[in-house]
């Protein structure tokens, strides 16, 4: 495969998972925001806006409109849900002859039906409109196309970012507030609280959701399940790709890194982790980069890296 069609590959699956997990934490923040007088408005909106990079967002950003206009409707920002959908697709233009036409097709009605903008008093139906456009591409992904190199490269990218975003969720989230509330308010934001109800048989706590979130080995979006599957993803890139397979995985700089990643996490007690939560994220997001960017060294621009 061409390392053009790989790169264009792997950013579509970073970005339609961007698209979702953007639409999942605002849906559920701001709707936090405009239930709970309890709490300073401008205090949640600067946590939102850190939680997507942007450390120290300008008063006059701080609204519910501002905040839908930059993260939610921005077409150019690749942030932002519009963004991140539009450049999935335009990504998608550059591996056209490798996707399946109802993925393409997905992609583009996608694009045609994104609203310009969004009052807060329709967000949700905007996020849920979203959140169903992702999952038709998704499904359509799984459904439509061959496992080949096509596809795990589009699942690599959707792991790596599902991996970043759910760090920066943990990383966002004020361990100390074991409010009932607050730690519902974390697990919808990762879409987990259903999987960790049904887990722990409704005793909810901020140690468990933390737990749950970071290590549980079925549920598709804790980091340890996205680790071990991104671990096969590669490991069955290589054997696809590689003429000489590294059967120990110990020569692949991606492998090692994710097996790295995995162990750190498993193999420790709990409290190791969760005791700086904020620099074992911080480790993690650097991780998921150096990933990307041996990815890159190896697949996409070869030539570059020798």
Same mark, same amino acid.
């Given at each position: ?25 605002? =849906?559920? /923040? ?5 239930? /709970? ?30 905040? *839908?206009? *930059?993260?939610?409707?921005?077409? &150019? ?15 998608? #233009? ?7 036409? $109802? ?11 994104? @609203? #310009?903008?969004?009052? @807060? &008093?329709?967000?949700?139906? +905007? %996020? #849920? ?10 499904? *359509? ?6 496992? /080949?190199?096509?596809?795990? +490269? ?19 989230? =004020?361990?100390? /507030? ?17 999987? %960790? ?13 933390? $737990? +749950? ?5 079925? +549920? ?43 162990? &750190?996490?498993?193999? #420790?007690?709990?409290? $190791? ?5 904020? =620099? ?15 990815? =890159?060294?190896?697949? %996409? ?6």
């Amino acid at each position: 495969m061409l390392s053009r069609i790989a790169d264009s590959l792997y950013w579509i699956g970073r970005y339609v998972e961007r698209a979702d997990q953007t639409a999942r934490i605002l =849906d559920v /923040d701001l709707q936090v925001l405009a239930e /709970d007088a309890t709490r300073p408005a401008e205090d949640r909106l600067q946590e939102i806006h850190r939680m997507f990079g942007r450390p120290a967002a300008a008063a006059e950003d701080l609204t519910a409109q501002r905040t *839908l206009d *930059l993260l939610a409707t921005d077409r &150019s920002n690749p942030s932002s849900v519009a963004g991140s959908l539009l450049v999935a697709r335009e990504n998608a #233009r550059g591996a056209r002859e490798v996707l399946s036409t $109802e993925v393409w097709e997905a992609l583009n009605t996608t694009r045609l039906e994104l @609203p #310009r903008t969004v009052h @807060p &008093s329709r967000m949700h139906a +905007f %996020f #849920r409109w979203s959140k169903d456009r992702c999952a038709v591409i998704n499904g *359509l992904v799984e459904a439509s196309m061959v496992r /080949d190199e096509a596809w795990l +490269f589009l699942r690599i990218g959707q792991l790596i970012e599902r991996i970043d975003m759910i760090s920066r969720i943990l990383q966002a989230h =004020d361990l100390e /507030d074991t409010d009932d509330g607050a730690v519902a308010v974390l697990l919808r934001t990762c879409s987990a609280h259903e999987a %960790f109800i049904r887990a722990y048989r409704g005793q909810v706590s901020a140690a468990r959701a933390t $737990e +749950f979130l970071l290590l549980d080995s079925l +549920f598709p979006r804790s980091i340890a399940h996205c680790l071990a599957e991104l671990e096969t993803a590669l490991e069955t890139l290589a054997r696809l790709h590689g003429t000489a397979f590294d059967r120990l995985g110990t020569e692949d700089p991606a492998r090692r890194a994710v097996g790295a990643a995995l162990a &750190s996490l498993r193999y #420790r007690r709990l409290g $190791e982790v969760t005791g700086n939560l904020q =620099d074992e994220m911080e480790h993690l997001q650097t991780a998921m980069r150096w990933i990307s960017g041996a990815l =890159d060294t190896q697949y %996409f621009s070869p030539q570059q890296g020798g």
